[in-house]
């Protein structure tokens, strides 16, 4: 089993940056691809994006490229989401995910284990 709790959302204005994190424990942290998704209300929980186990490879969707980064601390095991020039649009509950796999995917099932979520809300 991987426990992973989230921190960090918030309320926000556009054009704002964020940094929500992830805590990892349980297993050895290296050996899974992180994810995050995020799901707006009354919509699909969306890839947002992953970073490969050695923190080499990055992949994100196209809503956030550019505007977000993911990092990940094996040490620390930890993975965090910086976002930049947040937008209305990007109000959802953000949720990080463990895969235990070689490479990222950018689909739920491909994910083994999820955090709680936080809340993350751009104002206009």
């Known amino acids: 089993q991987v426990q992973l709790v989230e921190s960090g959302g918030g309320l926000v204005q556009a054009g704002d940056s964020l940094r929500v994190s992830c805590a990892a424990s349980?297993?050895?942290?290296?050996?899974?691809?992180m994810g995050w998704f995020r799901q707006a209300p009354g919509k699909e929980r969306e890839f947002v994006g992953a970073?490969?186990?050695?923190?080499?490879?990055?992949y994100y969707a196209d809503s956030v490229k550019g505007r977000f980064t993911i990092s990940r601390d094996n040490a620390k095991n930890t993975v965090s989401l910086q976002m930049n020039s947040l937008k209305p649009e990007d109000t959802a509950v953000y949720y990080c995910?463990?895969?235990?796999?070689?490479?990222?995917?950018?689909?739920?099932?491909?994910?083994?284990?999820w955090g709680q979520g936080t809340q993350v809300t751009v104002s206009s």
């Open positions: 970073i490969n186990r050695s923190g080499s490879r990055t």
């Open positions: 995910a463990a895969a235990a796999r070689l490479s990222i995917s950018t689909t739920r099932g491909g994910y083994d284990y």
């Open positions: 349980g297993r050895t942290f290296s050996n899974y691809v």
